[in-house]
């Protein structure tokens, strides 16, 4: 579920109302290995009706965690113990196979039994001197949904061909080199004379690295330029469905690794020599070597 910013038929504490005039304050970053995923949470208010309500177990935090790929839907509850001095803080560990791609975490506190009387400290001077009654599941308090982008399958980059692939061209003859991105790795599409020369070269292994200079580089270019342009344009759906690819999550991991902020970056062409390690120099010792065995 997605919490939605909405009127509600009682006071309600979220940072879109002014319901009542009291701070809360929620974080939730996520963290991961190859067998699960770690949501690091931290919540903080300081209402003190409504912190009595969870010191007395009437109303329960609440972090729920919707997965739409896996179907993965739970709602995992805060134990009263965990709330000391307005704040609590912890852990939820999820199976990695349990979520992937978008997944949705919503935080909110509900009311877990019926409560009567409800006037929380900083009810909004509308409501007068009106009391409510909070039935179980009611919504004391809300914060926003985080989506996250969860993936653990991207390639470390060590290769040219772990994020690009080269395939003939079957339509054209001749002509220039098109590239895809809509696919798990940079699609380089050869037209047919020029995919025998790739071919070719590529039989010989020491001419590696002059084709990664050659060809990698530029085609790396193009999907540095295409993760800017996503992610100055939009950061939540498009960026969501740019990370569907192996290769865009590769390079953004790679990227991050990097500390390098695509968003402010000009020079594609130093970021991709960086990401390749200097395939330039790579190849002019490759040119080398060819050279010393001809004579």
């Not at 067998?35 to 309500?53: A, G, H, Q, R």
């Not at 179907?71 to 939820?92: C, E, L, M, P």
């Not at 909110?108 to 006037?119: H, P, W």
């Not at 070269?201 to 001419?207: A, G, R, W, Y």
Request: with cysteine; aromatic share 12%; proline share 3%.
């Amino acid at each position: 579920m997605k919490v939605k910013n909405k009127n509600y038929p009682h006071p309600v504490l979220a940072p879109f109302s002014d319901d009542v005039s009291s701070s809360i304050n929620c974080n939730v970053e996520v963290e991961w290995d190859k067998s699960y995923y770690y949501l690091k949470y931290e919540f903080n208010l300081d209402n003190e009706t409504i912190v009595e309500l969870i010191k007395t177990e009437k109303a329960n935090f609440i972090i729920h965690v919707e997965c739409g790929k896996t179907f993965y839907r739970k709602a995992h509850k805060i134990s009263a113990g965990n709330f000391i001095d307005n704040q609590t803080k912890d852990v939820i560990t999820i199976p990695a196979k349990n979520i992937k791609d978008t997944t949705e975490v919503s935080i909110f506190l509900c009311a877990r039994t019926e409560v009567l009387d409800y006037m929380p400290i900083g009810m909004h001077p509308d409501y007068g001197n009106n009391s409510f009654v909070l039935e179980n599941g009611d919504f004391v308090a809300v914060w926003k949904t985080y989506k996250f982008d969860l993936y653990q399958d991207y390639d470390p980059i060590k290769k040219t061909d772990s994020i690009i692939s080269f395939l003939r061209d079957e339509n054209r003859d001749t002509g220039e080199i098109t590239i895809a991105v809509d696919c798990d790795k940079l699609t380089a599409y050869l037209p047919k004379d020029m995919h025998q020369i790739y071919n070719d070269l590529k039989s010989d292994i020491s001419k590696e690295d002059i084709l990664m200079s050659i060809l990698g580089v530029p085609i790396l270019m193009e999907g540095l330029l295409y993760i800017k342009d996503n992610t100055m344009m939009d950061e939540g759906v498009n960026l969501s469905s740019c990370r569907r690819y192996r290769w865009f999550r590769s390079l953004e991991k790679k990227l991050a690794d990097m500390n390098v902020d695509i968003k402010s970056e000009e020079n594609m062409f130093v970021i991709a020599q960086k990401i390749f390690e200097n395939p330039c120099k790579k190849a002019g010792k490759a040119f080398e070597r060819i050279d010393e065995r001809q004579y």
